[in-house]
């Protein structure tokens, strides 16, 4: 079993910047994919961006590529994404998740999800 945590949303102005954070349990860290996205209200949930377990693939959304970066520590147990260049539309709770091995950019695929993480753009 995974457990994630986020942490790092927040408001934010556009054209301003934050980074999230997802802290993940155990010691199988290493060997999985780790996937961010987002859900705002009345909205479907939405692919932002995934990671491969040894960092060296990413994917990206259309609407984030270029302005999102997504990393992972895993000595400690941790991917993030920076966020520049914000947008009112990208006001969403954001959410981690996690699975065995390959990427992906569809939620179904994914097994273990964190609380989330509130980011709110002003315009």
């Known amino acids: 079993q995974v457990q994630l945590v986020e942490s790092g949303g927040g408001l934010v102005q556009a054209g301003g910047s934050l980074r999230l954070s997802c802290a993940a349990s155990?010691?199988?860290?290493?060997?999985?994919?780790m996937g961010w996205f987002r859900q705002a209200p009345g909205k479907e949930r939405e692919f932002v961006a995934a990671?491969?377990?040894?960092?060296?693939?990413?994917y990206y959304a259309d609407s984030v590529k270029g302005r999102f970066t997504i990393s992972r520590d895993n000595a400690k147990n941790t991917v993030y994404v920076q966020m520049n260049n914000l947008k009112p539309e990208d006001t969403a709770v954001y959410y981690c998740?996690?699975?065995?091995?390959?990427?992906?950019?569809?939620?179904?695929?994914?097994?273990?999800w964190g609380q989330g993480t509130q980011v709110t753009v002003s315009s």
């Open positions: 998740a996690a699975r065995w091995l390959v990427i992906s950019t569809l939620a179904h695929e994914y097994d273990y």
């Open positions: 155990g010691r199988t860290f290493n060997n999985r994919a």
């Open positions: 990671i491969s377990w040894s960092g060296g693939s990413t």
